[in-house]
């Protein structure tokens, strides 16, 4: 039985481009299904990697950076835009001593990461934000996976 909920979506031209040029003969339904999926599968991958990286001190910093930001998280990540956020919010806001970290050290980590971790990153925090339960701790033991 289909357990699929019909929903309507607005889609800019650029965007409905691509579900064409994919989806060959099949149904726009489920093209955009099966992208869905593998985004949400690189997304899981890469922040299964962050998560190797980086402390659970680290990550709750780049929530803290991540609040009330409304930027898209692939334009973040072309222009290098994580490491320069959490390097200005560590020189104007010093949340490596909130946090009790080495911002040098977070800044370089993030600098040298595979851009997928750092647009996982970007997408764990915009999704932690854009929740109704924003407890960082609870956040962070799933990032922890503890």
Known sequence: ????????????PES????????GG?????QVNADLEMLWEILVIGLREAK???SPTEASLIL??????????VAVWIRGG???QIEDAIKHDQ????WKIDGEKLVEKLTNAPPLVVVALLDWARV?????DKDIEKAISGFTGK
């Open 128 to 132: 932690f934000w854009n929740s109704k």
């Open 95 to 98: 949340l490596d001593q909130k």
């Open 1 to 12: 039985m289909n357990n699929h909920k019909k929903t309507t979506v607005t889609l800019p």
């Open 52 to 54: 190797t990286l980086l």
């Open 64 to 73: 803290d950076v991540q609040n009330g930001v409304f930027i898209s998280p």
């Open 26 to 30: 099949e149904a726009v339904s489920m």
């Open 82 to 84: 994580l490491a320069h």
């Open 16 to 23: 409905v481009n691509q579900i064409d040029a994919r989806r």
